[in-house]
């Protein structure tokens, strides 16, 4: 996506769609650790939807590296189909 010299972007119409941006309605902007964020601005589901997903990719960072390197795919499977 190519910013204009006024520095506009056009938001992809599938994207939209997807969050619910419709002609003239209002949105955010915010920045989230470097990342720019847009969201409707009356998207009171869509505010829930984003904090629950913050808290799940934390709970993943949490875990990331934490696993037994030694145990290959096929063990894993074996051990999770014995419960």
């Known amino acids: 996506m190519r910013v204009t010299s006024k520095g506009q972007v056009t938001i992809p119409r599938d994207l939209r769609e997807l969050v619910g941006i419709g002609p003239n309605s209002e949105v955010i902007f915010g920045v989230e650790g470097g990342v720019i964020t847009l969201t409707p ?6 505010d829930a939807d984003r904090a629950r997903l ?7 960072d949490q875990l990331g590296g934490t696993g037994d390197q030694a145990v290959d795919a096929d063990e894993l499977m074996r051990i999770t189909r014995d419960r």
């Open 41 to 46: 601005k009356n998207g009171t589901t869509a």
């Open 54 to 60: 913050d808290r799940f990719i934390t709970t993943l």
